[in-house]
């Protein structure tokens, strides 16, 4: 058995399911948002460490504490990008997966539609907010409040690309798949 | 339009996206979006409180109890619980029954969340108690139910977005959780002795087995004293504790007991990096939401209604959002639930003059008891997928185990002083106690 065998498909950089709605070209980005989350969460867990020992320390280095909010932060916003193009989101219910049809065309598109829409204001006002976000600093790094705020339209772009995605190859190929019998989302194999 | 229109409007939207299949946190914002068209608010204070809402020093505390839980589990650390459970209670009627409930109090105390506990005993227990016979509803019911103590028992991801949202101590929220997470653990160990499946009957385990198992497990039950020591001594907040516990695993834990597993662990820092994004960014859409019903005064509308029929009765308050809560948990899920109805909470934890730790825990096990219940029963779909039963058998079989769980949810509706002792004990802070200005000890008002 391969070490990649061993490994759940959950935990895959590109997660082997559902592939009749992603294009290939966009694996690489997916692969590349699982390196963000993991980047994120190390450099959040890097700045707590080091914050709890400076302090014990009794040279507390202050702008650690803005360095773990942007990784916590932007961590939120690429793992809510990444969780779209995996389908990895929680969901409330999952009726279309027992629809076949026009039907099953019908509703997904218009799932998509919401998300597409939903992504584009973050994409639009999320870059408003920042461009203004650019004259405001946080206190005492004087990083600017854009370096976080920039997430919003940031993920809103990578969201509204993979609802695109879903929405062409999902017409093309058709909405239904082999995982249409599994439980799907947030749960590990 | 009426702002009680907008509020219906909003949250049907929500739910009706949701339903349909939009994830909840685009279906939530897709709401939000909605009701706001029809109001002065512009779509950048919308948008902007997708960051705020999760701009919060305490919530930072959710990725590290995930990532100790994910830690644990994938490094397959939990299996020398297990064994420690299986000495201690395996020789009992529905001994593998017993295990399940037991390694999940265990479990608890290491991690906040119900799926990881949901994966470790479907892949280890649910297999040997196929062997021996358990009906497999059954035992989806039970892992299930079981799981949901890692809501209650700290650290709780739940009592912490609790916390953070309400401004409630998280620490107070975190040792009233340990009531009802064992009454709900010493619920299903007797249900599952007198009206479980018999199981194989297996001798009792020897002493020298006992300390063995013990010895096995001992580094892995650090975790708790860690976490919980950290909170209590004032050395850490959750959030650094959660660290702490993390750094634990990382440095001592895992390169004694699987040494083999340190390259996997960019993998799981990216899969936990994936994971706390989900119910996060569903704090964020929910934040929005929660925000937009305070601007359209829907706390004041719903809190003047239930003022109405109980006045300011605490217990019939409590009463009437248990009921709502018991709802609300079904449809939605409970982390967006507790943001998007803080205020409401707020204002008639006010109105009824209740401890706002007495009323978290409460309510925070009404939404840990939503897990299993129809339709949005988290827990109950993740172990009915595992355990492979259809999820309308595995819910049958789970409607005995509700009476535990409104059996729980009444007593620390009737008995806050219960609930309420070991906050006033190990942290007086949190339940309004302060220092005696005359010598030792705290001044706690009724």
Partial sequence: ?189 | MSNGALIVLMGGSFLLLGYLGVPVAFAIIAGVLLATAFTPVSFDSIVGQLFHGIDAETLLAIPFFLLVGELMTSADVTQRMIRLAQAMVGHLRGGLAQVVTLFSMFFAGISGSSAADVAVLARTVAPEMDKEGYDRSFTAALIASASTIANLIPPSIMAVVYGATGNVSIGGLFLGGIVPGVLIGIGLMVYSYFFGPVGKLKPRATYTELFSAARGSALPMVIPLIIMGGILTGAFTPTEAGMVAAVYILVILIPALRPTHIRDLPRDFMYTGLVYALPLSAVAAASAFGWMLAYLRGPDTVAGAIKAFAGTDPVLIMLLLVVLFIIVGDFVDAVPAIIIFMPIVNALTELGDIKPVHMGVVLVTTLAFGLITPPYGLSLLISAKFVGVPFGKAMVRSLPLYVVFLGTILFCVFFPEVVLFLPKWLLPESVGCFKSPTGPGYICPP
Avoid at chain 1, 52 to 57: A, C, I, N, S, W
Avoid at chain 1, 105 to 118: D, K, P, Q, S, Y
């Fill in chain 1, 1 to 189: 058995m391969t070490d990649a065998a061993k490994i759940p498909a959950h935990r895959w950089l590109v997660i082997p399911k559902h592939r009749h709605l992603k294009w290939p070209a966009l694996d690489p980005l997916e692969a590349a948002l699982m390196v963000g989350c993991g980047i994120c969460m190390s450099g959040f867990t890097a700045c707590v460490f080091f914050d709890v020992v400076t302090r014990e320390l009794r040279m507390p280095w202050l702008w650690l504490q803005q360095f773990t909010t942007g990784f916590f932060a932007w961590g939120v916003f690429i793992g809510m990008a990444a969780a779209t193009r995996r389908l990895d989101h929680i969901y409330l219910a999952e009726i279309t997966r027992h629809m076949k049809g026009t039907r099953r065309l019908v509703i997904e598109t218009l799932n998509r539609l919401v998300v597409l829409a939903v992504a584009l204001v973050m994409v639009w006002f999320g870059t408003r907010i920042a461009i203004v976000d650019m004259g405001q600093f946080r206190m005492p790094s004087l990083i600017p409040m854009t370096a976080y705020t920039a997430a919003v339209p940031f993920a809103g772009a990578l969201v509204a690309l993979f609802a695109i995605e879903q929405l062409v190859n999902g017409w093309r190929n058709g909405f239904e798949g082999p995982e249409d019998n599994e439980y799907m989302g947030e749960a590990p194999e």
